[in-house]
């Protein structure tokens, strides 16, 4: 389901639980915040860069992290 906040910490922790896949643009995951997702097996970050995801937290749940770029004129998909 998908759910418009303006921060991961508005997800309710009951929401946070049946979660398989995060889907953000601005927002910084922090390893705290992927404490509460146990389901976690991918974040697709739709802009540019991943320097606000702790990547290190991501890898040690085994998610991937996907970086989704589109512009006017390209759209590209890339796994990191």
Do not use: N, W
Request: aromatic share 4%.
């Amino acid at each position: 389901a998908q759910r418009r906040v303006g921060s991961l910490a508005e997800l309710a922790d009951a929401h946070c639980s049946q979660v398989d896949g995060l889907a953000i643009m601005r927002y910084a995951v922090t390893a705290r915040d992927l404490e509460r997702f146990p389901r976690l097996k991918v974040i697709v970050r739709m802009g540019v860069g991943v320097d606000r995801l702790d990547r290190a937290a991501a890898a040690a749940k085994k998610a991937v992290i996907s970086v989704f770029l589109v512009s006017v004129t390209s759209c590209a998909f890339s796994v990191l």
